[in-house]
């Protein structure tokens, strides 16, 4: 990546043209968190220093997020481990076999990953999961005994890393090294983090789309299109980075006509993904948009914004109490989802907002809440945010501004121990074969 920036920049300065800008804090100058929550950024941002090496950048990030990433591994292992005293009997003398730690976490989804990694799309329904994924884990099988499911557990963990790596290294270059290392934080421990180290797509998702953010907020606008091209291809609300891609485009080139480029056209790169699986679908299945129609053969359809949220409080009222599995499990599905939303508001208006310079956050995190609520479950009406809590993992710029909040001793201690509960919970119903999606 950083031979690939050079080129580029000496591409420009061939063309008497400036380099992109680079966001990143003047050295031995950190701004609090407090002042970058409320002061506004400048619209063009600082340029990096000349000394400061691809390796050096993310040594240090790597530094700094590998503390976190290792405990939180250590902690899911150990999980694994005691969530096998669920399953059997009090004082039973057998013992389980060592495997039993990684199979625990073969549930639901991962399932239908490993399938196509090994059958291909052998029904329309399973186009609903994008094709990158499974085509990694069968790529990878080759060397995990031809298992795709273990290749998709190294899959994960490894994106997770470099998920860790890339989104601390942008807010800290946005904000600053304190509110960084907190977002991680509050991103690890989120009810539903076990996924970014599960058989599902969430990390790798995640970690594209944060690597082609990076290269928006740093004017590589090829690399950007292309690492938004893979996120693409690995789930469809990949289409959705266009929109900071566009909005990044214009403001750093101003909102000018006459200053816009050539390399503009990186960002059709991104829809290209969409498009391609779509044809993918049309000659397997004789029809373009069979990830599209298969979404309703999971019983999701299109309502207005606020169907799925309306339709959960109703399900949480009609249940046979507060303590009931109907009414819990909406609970668990509605928290998180409002939680996201909130700080997406809040990320416009009030002193928590996002200054101006850096508002394709809020464009890329509202655009995609609102389409994940036009589409909520149907069928009985039961759990309407079915999923949910899972999908808001991928909406990293609420965590951006969850950070902003961690000056407040309060909130900060009860985040993470309410939070941290409930994670380690649905954890051990998901390694017990539980109904968590």
């Keep these: 990546m950083y031979k690939l920036t050079n080129i580029i920049s000496h591409t420009l300065h061939a063309n008497n043209e400036q380099p992109a800008p680079v966001i990143q804090a003047a050295a031995g100058s950190v701004p609090t968190t407090q002042e970058t929550d409320l002061a506004p950024l400048p619209d063009t941002p600082v340029p990096s220093k000349p000394t400061s090496t ?16 290792v405990a939180m591994h250590l902690a899911l292992f150990a999980t694994s481990c005691l969530a096998v005293l669920f399953t059997v009997k009090d004082f039973q003398k057998n013992g389980m076999p060592l495997q039993t730690i990684w199979q625990s976490w073969r549930h639901w989804d991962s399932g239908h990953f490993v399938s196509i990694a090994l059958h291909g799309y052998d029904q329309l329904f399973r186009t609903a999961f994008f094709p990158l994924f499974p085509i990694l884990e069968r790529a990878l099988s080759y060397l995990t005994h031809g298992d795709p499911f273990v290749a998709g557990l190294i899959i994960s963990n490894v994106a997770l890393l470099i998920l860790f790596m890339v ?5 800290r270059e946005d904000f600053d090294a304190e509110r960084a ?34 290269n928006m907020r740093h004017g590589n606008w090829w690399l950007a299109g292309l690492f938004g091209f893979l996120a693409g291809l690995t ?23 006459k200053k816009l480029r050539f390399d503009i056209l990186a960002g059709v790169l991104i829809p290209t993904a969409i498009l391609l699986f779509g044809l993918y679908c049309y000659f397997r ?38 303590l ?17 939303g909130t700080l997406l508001l809040l990320s416009l208006f009030g002193p928590w907002h996002i200054p101006r ?27 309407p945010l079915e999923s949910m809590a899972r999908y808001m993992l991928e909406i990293f710029p609420a965590f951006i501004v969850m950070a902003g909040f961690a000056k407040y001793r309060m909130w900060h201690f009860n985040y993470l121990m309410v939070s941290g509960a409930l994670l380690f919970f649905l954890l051990t119903q998901f390694l017990t074969g539980h109904w968590v999606l």
């Design 285 to 322: 299945f004789h029809d373009f948009l069979a990830f599209s129609h298969a979404e309703a053969l999971w019983q999701r359809q299109l309502h207005g914004p606020w169907h799925g949220i309306i339709g959960s409080i109703k399900a949480i009222t009609l249940s046979d109490g507060l």
């Design 181 to 214: 290392f907190t977002t991680v934080l509050y991103l690890a421990l989120f009810p539903t983090a076990f996924f970014l180290a599960s058989g599902y797509n969430e990390a790798l998702f995640i970690c594209l789309t944060l690597i082609s953010f990076y």
């Design 54 to 69: 691809f390796w050096h950048i993310w040594g240090e990030a790597l530094k700094n997020i590998l503390p976190l990433y």
């Design 357 to 383: 310079a850096l508002r394709s956050y809020s464009i890329y995190g509202i655009a995609f809440y609102l389409f994940l609520q036009l589409f909520p479950k149907g069928g009985n009406g039961f759990f």
């Design 324 to 340: 009931s599995f109907r009414a819990l499990r909406n609970i668990l599905d509605l928290g998180p989802d409002l939680l996201v």
């Design 235 to 257: 789930r469809s609300v990949g289409l959705l980075l266009l929109l900071p891609f566009c909005y990044e485009y214009l403001r750093q080139h101003e909102f000018t006509l």
């Design 167 to 171: 989104l601390y290294q942008l807010v």
